[in-house]
């Protein structure tokens, strides 16, 4: 089956630190990668997307490269501010035919000034 | 803007009283998803329709039910609430067919169970 392991939280940064969030796939088919992000009290936002081998997706200064040899989305981003806080989640869609995406178990993000 | 909406944004609810929770979608995606959150965890998948065709988790309680009357608005019924049963709910939509199946989430209603 399909599965999303993500680094654990929380990841505590200063402002303006050299974000990386590791993540690694394991998946069936050849799947999409996706970074959603989640702000306190909020629904997820997809944050960025990549649909095949070498793919960099980008989105706000964040930034990740669909890695198929070693199955890997890290999320990274050079410089953080505090309003970067946030819960970060890698998932999976096999386009093979599921429309069930699987999740990774989240990494908090905590900014400091 | 086309978006999910999901009302209300908070509910209360008292022990064993239904409830509803309605999602919208303006986006006219094929597929709607209804999740559970808890506190510090990845959100939960409980049932998805694709168009009118339902599909429920294996593990998902008896207790929820959903309904879909037509594409855009999508109902989570919770027949008899207990206390294990608050959280935050997300609606979420997706395009469906071939494609990255890139999800759309609301901003979630959270319910409190007294």
């Known amino acids: 089956g399909n599965s999303v392991t993500q680094m654990e939280g929380p990841v505590t940064l200063s402002e303006e630190a050299f974000l990386t969030i590791n993540c690694t796939y394991t998946a069936t088919g050849y799947p999409s990668l996706f970074w959603y992000v989640q702000y306190p009290g909020e629904g997820l936002q997809l944050l960025l997307k990549a649909t095949k081998a070498d793919d960099k997706g980008s989105n706000k200064g964040f930034e990740a490269t669909y890695r198929k040899e070693t199955t890997s989305f890290h999320l990274e981003k050079g410089s953080v501010q505090v309003s970067d806080s946030a819960v970060y989640f890698c998932a999976l869609s096999d386009r093979g035919g599921s429309y069930i995406p699987t999740f990774g178990r989240g990494t908090s993000l905590i900014v400091h000034p | 803007d086309a978006m999910v909406i999901q009302n209300p944004r908070y509910q209360v609810t008292q022990f064993g009283k239904p409830v509803t929770l309605s999602c919208s979608q303006t986006?006219?995606?094929?597929?709607m998803y209804w999740y559970q959150q808890k506190s510090s965890q990845a959100p939960k998948l409980l049932f998805h329709?694709?168009?009118?065709?339902?599909?429920n988790e294996a593990d998902t309680p008896d207790n929820f039910q959903s309904r879909r009357p037509n594409t855009s608005f999508c109902f989570l019924d919770i027949r008899s609430p207990g206390l294990g049963d608050a959280a935050m709910y997300l609606c979420?939509?997706?395009?469906?067919?071939?494609?990255?199946?890139?999800?759309?989430f609301g901003p979630g209603t959270r319910l409190t169970v007294t």
């Open positions: 986006l006219n995606h094929n597929v």
């Open positions: 329709y694709y168009d009118k065709d339902f599909n």
């Open positions: 979420a939509t997706s395009r469906g067919g071939q494609g990255n199946y890139e999800q759309y």
